[in-house]
Structures are given as C-alpha cells and as structure tokens.
C-alpha cells in the first residue's frame, strides 16, 4: 500500500507540473519517512552513488552541445547535408534530418539538437515554401535521433544504474537510430509531395553537385571530424566516454575560437553556466533517485513487479508487449533522464528472468523513451519544438503525430521483437555475448 502511495505521489507531483528533481525528493522522503526514520542511511547511499566518474561525461555532454551553435558547427554540418540531399523534392527536410542524426552523435542529448538545428534549419526550411507547422514538427520528432545516436546521455545513465559497458548500450541504439532516419526521411519524401509551395532549386550535373558537396566538405572539416574524434576515441580504446566528452569540449573551443572565429568569451561562459545549472539539476535528481531506487529494492519492488507481469502471462513477447506500453506511458509523464533512472533498476530483474539480453533491454528502452519525448501531455522536446519554430501545439501536432506512429512506433517494435538490431554491433566490436 505504501508503494502504491508513493508513486501516486511521484507521478502526481510530474503531473501537476512539480520539477521533477522535487516530485523525486517527495517520493523519497516519503518511503524514508515510513521504512528509514534514520536519514543517515539513505544520504550515504545518494552520495556514494554520485560518486561515480562515468557521471561526469554528462556535464561535458551538455557543455559540447550548447557551444556547437555558438562555435558554427551546426551551420557546418546542415550546410554538407544539405550539399547533398537538397535538390531532391523534400530535400532540404532530409538533410534537416541527417543534421539531427550527425549532431546526436557529438552532443549526446535531444533538446541541444532541436534548439541547434531547430534554431537554424526551420527558417531555412519557411523561406524554401515548408510549413513552419510541418517543420517544426519534424525537427522536433528527428532530435529523437540526439539520443540514439551515441553518444547518449540516457544511456550513459542506464549503463552506471545497471553496471553495463557504457560503450555497449552506445552501440545498441545505432542501427535503431540509423532506421528510424532512414523512415524519417521515407516520410518526409512523400509528406512534401503534398506540400505545393515547397520549392526545389533545379538539378546540377554531375561535376558540378560533386563541386558542391567537396566545397561543403572542406568548409564543414572541422565540423565533421567531431564525432568521428569522439567516437573513434571511445570504440578505438583510446578514451573513456568521460573523457571523450572532456575532449568534445576542448575540441569545441579550439574550433569556435581559433578555426571559425565565430566563439565569444560571452557565449563561452553562457555554455559553461547552462551546463552547470542542468548538470545540478540532474545531480539532485539522481541523489534522490538513488535513495528511492534502494528502498524500492529492499522493498522488493522490482521482483514484486517482475511476479505480477510473469503472472498475467508467460510468454515473452506478451510480456515485452506490456513493457513497452509502460515505457511509452513513462516517457509520457517524464523526460528521458528521469524515465531511464527510475525504469532501469525497475525492470532489469524481469528482462532478466524472461531472457532478455541486459544490452537488448537498453535499446528498447532508449527508444521507447525517446518516442516519449515527444508525446503528450509531458512531451518535452514537442513542446521545445514548439517554441523553436514559435508555433502553436495545435497547429503542429498532426504532421508530429506521422512521425510519431508511422515512423517510430515500427522501429520500437522492430526493436523490441528482434534483438539483433541492438545487439549486433556490440557483439561485432566489443565480443558482447
């Protein structure tokens, strides 16, 4: 009954739109309170689990991604993928896309990159005839891609709450990420044909598109060499992912300072206090977190839930069926972050007894949270769309809403049911079994 209580309190207070750092701290001074009058317990457990070096790549991320606009290398990359993709009707929307995709694998979170690229493509998009309804909707929906494409703060969570190699469960959402922006763009294509007011600048030939893409390239060097630098450190074995991050930061310096110029001590010291201020609020959440977290867990909360699921069924489709309806009803209710600390722990002991690979497991839970991102009533990202592109909900909920069920949903389903498309690359380069 307690239990019950608690998360009625948890999710209420999300709700009725309490931070969630505080609707946390409610629910665990709550089963404090009943089970551990004693505090002292529990605050050396909230401390002793932020004292973790994995948990300070999350800071870096963030940092990297609020100088990327700054520095110019968010221009640099939607202008290469635009080199290529934008003289095709819908084009301008496919490279808008791959943008999203390119700047996931630098900044690691979906708000940086629909601030970025929303910032920059959707009045690129409005003066070429898109909507801004239906770009804002699509920038929206493709900066899901920030955290499938590693490297991903979520991930980075789920790996330290799990004991899970980080770079694993970075690898497990690759190929889910790479297909839902090929779908994205399949959508994109055939929703544009629809749009009579898009405009398509003429086809080139050949020797000059190939001009154009190298002219694109050698301005965008710099931009482009990022991920692979991040990236290449991390699977390479050169780095560790916080460190990886540390050197997206200096790398972003470096470039916006003394290669594009376009770095300001102002805008460096903005990105230095956004990313102190996000990263104290996700350090109180997980201190929080981590306290509800192990009395959950001496509460036998877990196996409680694990038992109650095994027992409507035994089938483990069935079972994952019902999972990713809890997960799409979390990811409604609570951003990513928060989604990912409070299920992981949660439903990792069921994964297990069903066979569900520990891996596998952070795939599906990497897309279903990142389809809640963008669903009502929290929605997020939807809404960080939305004041982007300076748009009402209302008027671009719809287009939001085909990407939503046409694209992403059969990617969670896909994801879910065959578990090679997470687990192949992380068995391919790192020998996970």
Known sequence: MHIVIDLVILIGTIIIGIPVPFCFMAAALYMGVIYFPDFSFLATVGFRGLNSLTLLSIPFFIMAGSLMSSAGIAERLTNFANS?????????????????????????????????????????????????????????????????????????????????????????????????????????????????????????????????????????????????????????????????????????????????????????????????TTSGVICLMLFFVTILGRVYTMQQVPMKISEYLIGLSDNKYVILFMVNIFLIIIGMLMDDLSGTMLVAPLLMPLMLKIGVHPIHFAAILGTNLGLGNVTPPTAPILYLGGRIGNVPINAYIKPALVFMIVGHLPVILLTTYLPELSLWLPRLLMGIR
């Open 84 to 276: 290529m993709l934008g003289r095709m009707r819908g084009g301008m929307g496919a490279a808008t896309i791959v943008a999203c995709a390119i700047f996931g694998a630098i900044s690691g979170t979906c708000s940086s990159a629909v601030a970025c690229i929303g910032s920059i493509m959707i009045p690129r998009l409005e003066q070429l005839g898109y909507p801004r309804s239906y770009s804002t909707a699509m920038v929206s929906c493709a900066s899901v891609l920030g955290q499938l494409i590693p490297p991903s703060v979520p991930m980075i969570l789920y790996g330290w709450v799990t004991q899970q190699s980080v770079a694993a469960c970075f690898l497990a959402t690759v190929v889910p990420g790479l297909l839902l922006m090929t779908i994205f763009c399949v959508i994109n294509y055939f929703m544009c044909k629809k749009i009579p007011t898009i405009q398509v600048d003429p086809p080139l030939p050949a020797a000059e598109r190939n001009r154009e893409i190298r002219l694109a390239f050698r301005k965008g060097i710099w931009s482009l060499l990022m991920p692979l630098i991040i990236l290449g450190g991390i699977y390479g074995g050169v780095t560790t992912p916080t460190e990886s991050a540390a050197v997206a930061v200096a790398y972003s310096i470096l470039v916006g300072f003394l290669i594009h110029r376009e770095l300001k001590f102002k805008t460096l010291w903005k990105a230095f206090c956004a990313s102190a």
